[in-house]
C-alpha cells in the first residue's frame, strides 16, 4: 500500500520551476554578444542600397534625355536641365513627344539629379550625375 506524502511538502513532479536571475543573465548576455557581431554587417547595407537606387536612376533618366535627343534632334541645354522631360521646352511644343519620365525624383540623399551640356566627361552629349553626400568627392553618374 502507497502511503501519501501531505501536500505541503514539495514532490519533484509538483515542484514550480522558473528560471534563475543568473540564466536570465546568461541569455542577455548571450544576446548582445549575437547583436554585437551581427548587426554591422548590416550597417552598410543602407549606403549600398541608395548608391544603387542612384545608379538605376542615373539609366533612367539617361535612357529619357535619348529619347528626347530622338524626337528633339538635340540633347536639353543646362539651363533647360531635366524639367524638359516632364513638361515641353519653350517653343518646341510640336516636337515634343512627352513626357519621358512621368515625374523628376531626387536622388536617394534628397538633392535633385544634376545635369551638364555638353558634360566634362562627355564633351559631346551631356554629364548626369548624383552626389554621394556619405563619401566626399564620390559623384554616381552616366560616365
Known amino acids: 500500500m502507497k502511503t501519501r506524502l501531505p501536500e505541503t511538502e514539495p514532490t519533484s513532479r509538483t515542484r514550480l520551476e522558473a528560471f534563475t536571475l543568473i540564466e536570465i543573465m546568461v541569455v ?4 548582445g554578444i549575437l547583436a554585437a557581431t551581427i548587426i554591422p554587417q548590416f550597417m552598410g547595407t543602407t549606403h549600398d542600397a541608395k548608391v544603387s537606387k542612384a545608379k538605376s536612376d542615373v539609366s533612367e533618366l539617361e535612357n529619357a534625355l535619348e529619347r528626347f535627343y530622338i524626337h528633339m534632334d538635340r540633347h536639353p541645354t543646362t539651363e533647360e536641365g531635366l524639367k524638359v522631360l516632364v513638361t515641353a521646352p519653350p517653343g518646341d511644343e510640336s516636337k515634343w513627344r512627352g513626357p519621358y519620365v512621368k515625374q523628376l525624383r531626387d536622388d536617394p540623399w534628397g538633392h535633385p539629379y544634376q545635369y ?5 566627361h562627355h ?21
Open 28 to 31: 542577455v548576455v548571450i544576446l
Open 116 to 120: 551638364r551640356n555638353p558634360g566634362l
Open 123 to 143: 564633351t559631346s552629349s551631356f554629364d548626369l550625375w548624383a552626389k554621394d553626400p556619405e563619401k566626399e568627392g564620390t559623384d554616381i553618374g552616366n560616365w
